[in-house]
């Protein structure tokens, strides 16, 4: 069964770090996939859409939104067919549901050009 599968949400303080994980291999292994797509990262808080956090495509390029440009890194670890972030410098504004998404037809990060979404992984930070 192809599922995206999150991992790595928990607490935090502000200024602290956490890496979330999304394990990929159903999805790039099966027939749905294609490698001219894009991976990425959403949030939502409560009453609020889902908004993109940062995408990548095959060969790793990345784009940020604004809000947490050079505080979060995606990547992809083809050995362990995950789906990376690595989030530092943690504020109270990044409390939210994570989402990792697959299947972005075009570099956008408009949750509406993704096919595929995981269950989520909630990330509080508080102090």
């Known amino acids: 069964q192809v599922s995206l599968v999150e991992s790595g949400g928990g607490s935090a303080q502000p200024g602290g770090s956490l890496t979330l994980s999304c394990q990929i291999s159903s999805y790039v292994n099966s027939r749905t996939y294609n490698p001219r797509t894009f991976l990425g990262w959403f949030r939502q808080t409560p009453g609020n859409q889902r908004e993109g956090v940062a995408i990548i495509d095959r060969s790793g390029l990345a784009t940020y939104s604004e809000s947490v440009k050079g505080r979060f890194t995606i990547s992809i670890d083809t050995e362990k067919g995950t789906l990376d972030m690595k989030m530092t410098s943690l504020r109270t504004a990044d409390t939210a549901m994570y989402y990792c998404?697959?299947?972005?037809?075009?570099?956008?990060?408009?949750?509406?050009?993704?096919?595929?979404w995981g269950q989520g992984t909630k990330v509080t930070v508080s102090s």
């Open positions: 998404a697959a299947g972005g037809v075009t570099r956008t990060l408009d949750q509406r050009f993704f096919t595929m």
